[in-house]
């Protein structure tokens, strides 16, 4: 989100600003843009024309503004793979990785340049690089590292070998796809795999016997304070960090973040749509028109059942949370729920109309069904 009424699309286009209240789409002039990120009031992004990452102002993003003439060009970064950026003591970062290898860049917006600070290696190809709290988290196939953005100070592995129930994670080959620093008053981190998610210590070590088990393979994961995003092909999974609980799903299918928050999704079914999230008390970012429109809200969190009572429905069988539960499940009782009914660990929810109908093919050709039964 550029500002609450525009929007900054990277698409195979080129750039592409959208006004949310004319609903005009003004191009940019860049070539078919690969990435594009925000933080705080800058913009980083790189296309087919440079091939290599651009930062620029938000201020200096207009309709027929051209963004070359304002923007700091990496040169050193071409045919980078990811990118991040962040700040950490009034110095503005960015980071790129290009398989194993790791650059960490200073610029320098007001110079209009950039200077090269230092490189880091992996132990395997990187599949995610966060800037955090003045800390550099790189993460790769069952692990994840914390390096130092100034001095030398030693990585720390964030997945210790001395750990014997994290074992598990080293010899599976799990995707990382997420990593939170968690606000706890002590220095606590969430790792986040594609099959679950651990809590550990700084030392790498578990700091919680509870994991997050998802219901479906997540393709992406998003944190937004205190809340985790995981996007599946079938819903949107909502956990709330610290508590460890498991909030409810979002019967969005295909959904892809478009920002670091969560905020802003596309849908990838049918004719191209966005999304916008928020959290529930808080004030909207976006202003959109709303003429002709309908608006849908999900509350998140409140007193409320784990499944809501469906009138033409009866509940055959419940994977996952109960009402006795401390809000977790193990891994342990997710597998055996897993090799009982596939890979789709949701409540069985069957029509009562079809009961006698379908009584010989029972439990067969049930849709999942998500939670609040909406």
């Known amino acids: 989100m ?75 970064a071409r045919s980078c793979h990811l990118i991040t950026m962040g700040t950490a003591s009034n110095i503005l970062y960015l980071c790129t990785t290009n ?82 620093e968690l606000n706890s008053g002590k220095k606590e981190y969430l790792l986040c795999f594609h099959m679950l998610a651990v809590y550990v210590d700084e030392s790498g070590k578990r700091s919680r016997k509870e994991e997050l088990i998802w219901h479906s393979t997540p393709y992406d994961i998003v944190y937004s304070d205190p809340y985790l995003l995981i996007f599946t092909e079938c819903c949107v999974e909502i956990y709330h960090v610290p508590s460890a609980h498991w909030m409810q799903n979002v019967p969005i299918r295909k959904a892809r973040s478009l920002n670091r928050m969560g905020s802003l999704i596309q849908l990838s079914e049918g004719a191209f749509s966005l999304v916008y999230l928020r959290k529930h008390g808080t004030e909207d970012e976006l202003h959109m028109k709303r003429v002709g429109r309908s608006r849908a809200t999900t509350k998140i969190g409140g007193n409320r059942p784990l499944i809501s009572g469906p009138i033409d429905f009866r509940h055959e069988q419940h994977i996952g949370l109960d009402e006795h539960s401390t809000g977790m499940v193990t891994s342990h009782s997710m597998q055996a729920g897993l090799n009982q009914t596939g890979s789709d660990a949701y409540p069985v929810l069957k029509s009562t109309q079809s009961i006698h109908t379908n009584m010989s093919t029972h439990g067969s050709g049930s849709e999942p069904a998500s939670e609040g039964g909406h």
Not at 16 to 30: A, I
Not at 34 to 62: D, F
Not at 133 to 156: A, E, I, N, R, T
Request: with cysteine; aromatic share 6%; net charge neutral.
């Open 2 to 76: 550029l500002d609450p009424s525009h929007i900054l699309l990277g698409t195979e286009d080129g750039l592409l600003m959208f006004d949310c209240l004319e609903e005009g789409v003004h191009k940019m002039g860049e070539k078919k843009v690969t990435h594009l990120e925000r933080w705080e009031n800058m913009i980083v992004y790189m296309g087919q024309k440079h091939k290599c990452p651009c930062v620029i102002h938000t201020s200096l993003i207009a309709p027929k503004q051209d963004l070359d003439a304002g923007s700091v060009k990496v040169a050193d």
């Open 99 to 180: 398989r194993k290898k790791v650059s960490l860049f200073e610029i320098q917006i007001k110079k209009m340049n950039y200077s090269k600070l230092k490189e880091f290696s992996a132990p395997h190809n990187i599949q995610l690089v966060r800037l955090l709290s003045g800390h550099l988290y790189v993460g790769y196939v069952s692990g994840v590292m914390k390096f130092g953005l100034q001095g030398d100070v030693m990585p720390l592995k964030l997945v210790s070998g001395d750990d014997l129930t994290l074992g598990f994670i080293r010899v599976n080959d799990l995707n990382c796809l997420g990593c939170v």
